[in-house]
């Protein structure tokens, strides 16, 4: 393997690992920016994808049906 390939190889895997943000408001807080940006951009189906990931990333707290009140 050339010198060349194996650096390429090295960058390929480096930008694959996965960069989990450390806790769930920070990827709220990223999510909510984009959706802004997406905002004012027009770009309405982006921004549409965005909401359906912040609704999911959003902590769900059980109601008293769910709690058993």
């Known amino acids: ?3 060349l390939s194996l650096s390429l190889t090295r960058a390929l895997e480096k930008g694959r690992v996965l960069r989990s943000p450390p806790t769930r408001a920070t990827l709220l807080a990223t999510l909510l920016r984009k ?3 997406a905002h004012d951009q027009g770009a309405a189906d982006l921004e549409a994808m965005l909401r359906d990931q912040i609704r999911w990333a959003l902590p769900i707290e059980g109601g008293p049906i769910e709690r058993g009140e």
Request: cysteine-free; aromatic content about 0%; glycine content about 0%.
């Open 35 to 37: 959706r802004a940006t």
């Open 1 to 3: 393997m050339t010198r």
